[in-house]
């Protein structure tokens, strides 16, 4: 298990910045202002990923170092991030933290239970989950001054891309997840089929007043999102996609429409997402 010396959660933005400029030295050439660099616990670049989470999770929620320390510190060995950089200006965007394993041992399905009343055991039986590779996406984090137009979309939409490439690399089935109101809306516009875990409801978690628990089936995700995106360009007849239906008499649809384009099918993201050799 990674010591408490080696994991910080508080670096400072001299140290951030040094670390990126290391990692962007390493890595030269590449097109475009924002990149995706996956990197796994111990790398240098994960501890930017932590502060990331730790800035974003006590504005928030008021989540601070202590809080993150203790909630994450059986999973930091297990745990692989997506640190969204901005190149142009060698400083971070966003950063997302994804935790492996096949059942129990995951975050959501240990923390479920006790909010939702349903064991660990039984959630797993409920999802078929039966020891096949499975991801926790526990983490989706944007900083406050790329939020809002296109530099959120851009950053966002490189986030999921990257989690949907480098789970079908690793061979992913299942995805559970944590979501509070905001992030499951988000991801609901993507068009993905949020089921929640154990028929659950909302429940207050860490600070969330409306927090829910949810699984998806990794091997559809890309497919369902593009999808999602052609019905919003009119390319697919909208079914019983209730969802889009409700996007398409909203002002924002075309930008809807290109997000779920780039996340569903990589266009315009792919060469921009840099994978652990």
């Known amino acids: 298990m990674l010591s408490t010396t080696e994991v910080r959660y508080d670096l400072d933005h001299a140290e951030v910045q040094r670390r990126i400029a290391d990692y962007l030295a390493a890595h030269p050439g590449r097109a475009g202002r924002f990149i995706s660099a996956v990197v796994g616990h111990g790398h240098p670049l994960a501890n930017v990923g932590r502060t990331i989470e730790r800035l974003i999770f006590e504005?928030?929620?008021?989540?601070?170092?202590?809080?993150?320390?203790?909630?994450?510190?059986?999973?930091?060995?297990?745990?692989?991030?997506?640190?969204?950089?901005?190149?142009e200006n060698g400083v971070p965007a966003g950063a997302g933290r994804i935790v492996e394993g096949t059942g129990i041992g995951l975050k959501t399905v240990d923390d479920a239970p006790t909010h939702i009343g349903v064991s660990a055991t039984d959630i797993l039986a409920a999802h078929g989950m039966n020891g096949e590779k499975a991801w926790d996406y526990t983490t989706v984090a944007v900083l406050p001054q790329y939020r809002g137009g296109q530099s959120q979309l851009m950053v966002s939409s490189l986030m999921h891309r990257t989690f949907l490439v480098t789970g079908a690399r690793a061979g992913v089935q299942h995805v559970v997840t944590m979501l509070d109101r905001r992030a499951y809306r988000n991801m609901a516009m993507l068009g993905i089929n949020l089921q929640p875990l154990a028929g659950s409801g909302p429940f207050e978690?860490?600070?969330?007043?409306?927090?829910?628990?949810?699984?998806?089936?990794?091997?559809?995700?890309?497919?369902?999102?593009?999808?999602?995106?052609?019905?919003?360009?009119?390319?697919?007849?909208?079914?019983?996609d209730a969802g889009a239906r409700e996007l398409l008499d909203q002002p924002h649809r075309l930008i809807s429409a290109q997000a779920c384009e780039q996340v569903g099918t990589g266009k315009g993201l792919d060469d921009l997402i840099i994978l652990p050799d």
């Open 59 to 87: 504005e928030a929620f008021g989540n601070d170092t202590a809080v993150m320390i203790a909630e994450y510190r059986a999973y930091e060995d297990r745990s692989l991030f997506f640190v969204i950089i901005d190149g």
């Open 205 to 240: 978690y860490l600070g969330s007043a409306e927090n829910r628990a949810v699984y998806c089936w990794f091997p559809e995700l890309a497919g369902d999102i593009a999808a999602r995106g052609e019905r919003l360009l009119g390319l697919r007849p909208v079914g019983d």
